[in-house]
C-alpha cells in the first residue's frame, strides 16, 4: 500500500459526459501528478499540482482540468468525454518536487467511455 | 529529457538473480538514474535511483556505468511476484522549466519470470 488513494476505482460513462477522479496523496506530500496509461499512448503525464499551485502540464488536452485543494487532495476533471478518453488514470506524490523524491502512485481509476 | 533504451522483454528463472540494462548514452552530468515498475493491475512502483555511485536498497541494486552511459538494475533473487514492466527514468535535477520532475515512461523491460 502506497499511501495513496484514488477513487473510484472503476468509472463507467458514455461520451460526452463529465467525470471527476479524486486523489488523496500521502500524508505530508505536497506534491500531486496526474498520469494517464492507455494501450497505444503508454504512461503520460498529464499535470502536476504543487502545495495548491499548478506546477506542470504534459499531455493534457483542454477537455481535462485538475485542482488541489487546501487539504492537498487533488481532483482530475474530464469532459466532453470520447471513446479514445478510456484508459487507466493515476495518481502520484511525492514529499517536494524534486529529481531525487520518488513518487508514491495509487492504485488507479479505470475509466471506461462507451 | 535525455532518452533511455531498454530491451522489450527478458525473461529469468525463479530465484536466479536479473540483470536488467538501460542505455542512456546522451544522459547529462546532472541527471538522476531512476528505476520504477509497475506489476500487472497496479500503478507503478520505485525501485532505486542513484546518480554516479552504485545503490543497493531491500529491493535492488543499481549499478552504474563509469561513464554512466548505461546502468543496470540488478534482482538477486527473482520471485514470481517481480513479474513487471520495469522503467528507467532519467530526471534532470537541474530542470530550467518550473521544477515539476515529473517521470517520463518509455516502453519499459517486460520481465517474466519462470516457476
Known amino acids: 500500500d502506497s499511501g495513496v488513494t484514488q477513487t473510484p476505482k472503476h468509472l463507467i460513462t458514455a461520451t460526452g459526459q463529465r467525470v471527476t477522479l479524486r486523489c488523496s496523496p500521502r500524508?505530508?506530500?505536497?506534491?500531486v501528478y496526474w498520469y494517464q496509461q492507455s494501450l497505444d499512448q503508454g504512461l503520460q503525464f498529464l499535470i502536476q499540482?504543487?502545495?495548491?499551485?499548478?506546477?506542470a502540464k504534459g499531455n493534457i488536452l483542454e477537455r481535462f482540468s485538475a485542482q488541489q485543494f487546501p487539504d492537498l487532495h487533488s481532483e482530475l476533471n474530464l469532459s466532453s468525454l470520447e471513446l479514445g478518453d478510456s484508459a487507466l488514470y493515476f495518481c502520484?506524490?511525492?514529499?517536494?518536487?524534486?529529481?531525487?523524491?520518488?513518487?508514491?502512485f495509487g492504485p488507479g481509476t479505470r475509466l471506461t467511455v462507451l | 529529457d535525455a532518452k533511455t533504451t531498454q530491451p522489450n522483454s527478458m525473461e529469468s528463472n525463479e530465484e536466479e538473480p536479473v540483470h536488467l540494462p538501460c542505455n542512456h548514452s546522451?544522459?547529462?552530468?546532472?541527471?538522476?538514474i531512476h528505476w520504477y515498475r509497475q506489476l500487472p493491475s497496479q500503478g507503478p512502483e520505485y525501485v532505486i535511483h542513484?546518480?554516479?555511485s552504485n545503490v543497493n536498497n531491500r529491493m535492488a541494486s543499481l549499478a552504474i556505468a563509469e561513464d554512466r552511459k548505461s546502468s543496470t538494475l540488478i534482482l538477486h533473487r527473482a520471485t514470481l511476484r517481480d513479474a513487471a514492466v520495469y522503467y528507467c527514468?532519467?530526471?534532470?535535477?537541474?530542470?530550467?522549466?518550473?521544477?515539476?520532475?515529473?517521470?517520463?515512461f518509455g516502453k519499459g523491460t517486460k520481465l517474466s519470470v519462470i516457476p
Open positions: 502520484a506524490s511525492s514529499v517536494v518536487s524534486s529529481a531525487y523524491n520518488e513518487q508514491f
Open positions: 500524508s505530508g506530500d505536497l506534491s
Open positions: 499540482y504543487y502545495n495548491g499551485e499548478e506546477r
Open positions: 546522451t544522459i547529462s552530468g546532472t541527471d538522476y
Open positions: 542513484g546518480l554516479t
Open positions: 527514468i532519467l530526471r534532470d535535477a537541474a530542470d530550467s522549466g518550473a521544477g515539476s520532475y515529473q517521470l517520463t
